[in-house]
């Protein structure tokens, strides 16, 4: 088990108010024996047991609210379920672009896979009704960057395909750093891609590490893929250098 906000659990200490309460009131009290008394006492012997039972009770509930209204804001996550984080709008979305050579294909209307892409997710967000932050992490740079406003994407450097590869599994595991390191018990994670062998290397071993670690996280990542591979793609095609010969020129 761990704490996205761990310092909120010295809250518990108020768990003691209960108790310390009770005994501060039994103090203004005294006791004094008077000749009746042990007539009354006999009459009453069951009566106290209960009264000291519900006191007991009362006590150990009081205590108990305390403790979950602390676990509450300490937002406890076990074996990757986070007890107080709801299916709700996520604390933030991150966006894995890939900004790969083959992204920049164009359709009939000379729009590029990438910016096809964007636009979907920036129109989606937008009618959801987008009020979590965005973090954008793209192939490139592999780093991660805030974005205001989905409609900032499109106009955003992060639109423009590059001559370059797309490392995924690395991508991924940028994602799972950020969501770490920041304390995110509720995220989103979209996925522009048109999912090129050369990019995903599906027998990486790094998807297995990748496969471990957000399953420790559980429902803090939640994941949603926009495929732009085109829909009569059969076979996903790539070229790859086996070998390498230099020639010196005499000229």
């Known amino acids: 088990m761990f704490f996205v906000e761990p310092l909120m659990l010295g809250l518990l200490a108020f768990c003691l108010l209960p108790p310390l309460i009770h005994l501060i009131n039994r103090m203004r009290y005294k006791t004094v024996d008077w000749a009746a008394m042990m007539f009354i006492l006999r009459a009453s012997k069951s009566s106290t047991r209960m009264a000291r039972l519900r006191e007991l009770l009362l006590l150990f509930f009081r205590m108990l609210a305390i403790a979950m209204m602390v676990s509450a804001l300490a937002r406890p996550i076990l074996g990757g379920i986070s007890f ?44 959801r009704g ?66 090129q062998n050369c990019n995903w290397t599906p027998k990486s071993p790094l998807w297995d590490e990748l496969d471990a670690k957000f399953a420790k996280i559980g429902h803090s990542a939640r994941f949603k893929l926009l495929s732009m591979r085109p829909n009569n793609a059969v076979k996903n095609l790539g070229i790859r250098p086996l070998s390498f010969e230099r020639e010196i020129s005499s000229s």
């Open 130 to 195: 987008q009020t979590s932050s965005l973090t954008i992490i793209d192939s490139s740079t592999l780093s991660a960057f805030s974005a205001k406003t989905p409609r900032e994407l499109g106009i955003s450097e992060f639109a423009k395909t590059t001559d370059c590869s797309s490392d995924m599994p690395s991508m991924f595991k940028k994602a799972h750093s950020y969501i770490v390191e920041n304390r995110l018990a509720n995220s989103e994670i979209w996925i522009v891609s048109d999912l």
């Open 84 to 127: 107080f984080s709801f299916s709700g709008k996520p604390e933030n979305t991150i966006i894995l672009l890939d900004r790969s050579a083959s992204m920049s294909a164009l359709d009939s209307n000379s729009k590029s896979r990438l910016r096809r892409g964007i636009s979907a997710i920036a129109a989606a967000l937008e009618k």
